[in-house]
């Protein structure tokens, strides 16, 4: 996403992080994070060609990630956030 919205070629090679490095939860929020960060910087910065529609895709996908997040949570025994809010 963040080098789509560069106008970059992109490396789909970065969509598959290497499970050994990803071995717990800090690390998988730091990458997270990390990439939202470089995604949100690329999409503010708006030198891609078709910059709104990678925003809305971006915004598309990590709403299914979100998701599945949930689902996740909820077969784990966990209420999500944003359902305890509403309790």
């Given at each position: 996403m963040a080098a789509s919205a560069r106008g970059e070629n992109p490396d789909g090679a970065q969509n598959e992080l290497p499970a050994e490095r990803l071995r717990t939860k800090r690390a998988i929020l730091d990458a997270f994070q990390k990439s939202a960060n470089e995604a949100a910087?690329?999409?503010?910065?708006?030198?891609?060609?078709?910059?709104?529609?990678?925003c809305l895709d971006f915004l598309q996908h990590s709403a299914e990630h979100y998701g599945q997040l949930v689902v996740y949570s909820r077969l784990q025994g966990i209420v999500p956030p944003a359902s305890r809010a509403s309790q």
């Open positions: 910087e690329a999409l503010a910065s708006g030198k891609g060609a078709g910059i709104e529609d990678l």
